[in-house]
């Protein structure tokens, strides 16, 4: 079994910054692609962004500039820098590792809050 778990979600003000973290353990090597996902009620899940074991990166065009995917020592961790917070961010945000047969193993999520 993989499981996933996500850090630092909580409530920031506009403009401000937030570090998502997400470990990955179990049964998986320590090469998969990796990335983060968010969704908010009546909408549709969407990649926020995705990094490769080779450390390449992509994201979505809502987030460019101000969000930055990485990896943190151990290749199934990785790191969301968030900043220059808007309250369109708000939303919960997921880990999810890819593993070689396929399989997308998804964290339960964080919640993230962009309001004064």
């Known amino acids: 079994q993989v499981q996933l778990v996500e850090f630092g979600g909580g409530l920031v003000q506009p403009g401000g910054s937030l570090r998502l973290s997400c470990v990955a353990s179990g049964s998986i090597s320590s090469s998969n692609p990796m990335g983060w996902y968010r969704q908010t009620p009546g909408k549709q899940r969407e990649l926020v962004a995705a990094i490769t074991p080779g450390g390449r990166t992509n994201s979505a065009d809502s987030v460019k500039g101000r969000f930055t995917i990485s990896r943190n020592g151990a290749k199934n961790t990785v790191l969301l820098q968030m900043t220059s917070l808007k309250p369109a961010d708000t939303a919960v945000y997921y880990c999810?590792?890819?593993?070689?047969?396929?399989?997308?193993?998804w964290g339960r999520g964080t919640q993230v809050i962009v309001s004064s």
């Open positions: 999810t590792l890819v593993a070689p047969w396929g399989h997308e193993y």
